[in-house]
């Protein structure tokens, strides 16, 4: 805030633009930075890319689609795995957990697996 005044032309110490934000209730936003959840820089293998950006299934069972996003809580982070059906768009598998391990990847799919028995 105090750059911002200075820009403005109007030339205002730290401690005094402290002081009137404390004196007015003006307090700053604290977010949080985003979690770095990718590693791109491994010696693992690239899963191929089957469907080639062709989201359309014309029946059901035929193609699927998987995603892991992840939420803030007070509790802390929670992870969220879901499979989709392209044909139906309807979730038919999905696995929440606190820490992201190949259990959360598998369990959707064995639902999925589960549910529509392809």
Not at 13 to 32: D, F, H, M, Q, S
Not at 40 to 64: E, I, T, Y
Request: proline share 3%; charged share 30%; no cysteine.
């Amino acid at each position: 805030m105090t750059m911002e005044l200075k820009e403005a032309g109007l030339a205002f110490g730290e401690r005094r633009v402290g002081r009137l934000r404390r004196a007015n209730g003006i307090k700053p936003v604290r977010t949080r930075r985003q979690k770095v959840t990718t590693d791109s820089h491994h010696r693992l293998g690239v899963a191929a890319n089957w469907l080639d950006g062709d989201f359309v299934a014309a029946s059901p069972n035929q193609k699927g689609a998987g995603d892991i996003t992840y939420v803030w809580t007070s509790e802390g982070w929670l992870y969220l795995a879901v499979i989709l059906d392209l044909h139906s768009r309807r979730v038919v598998g999905r696995a929440v957990s606190d820490r992201m391990k190949k259990h959360l990847a598998i369990r959707p799919l064995d639902m999925a697996v589960r549910l529509r028995n392809p």
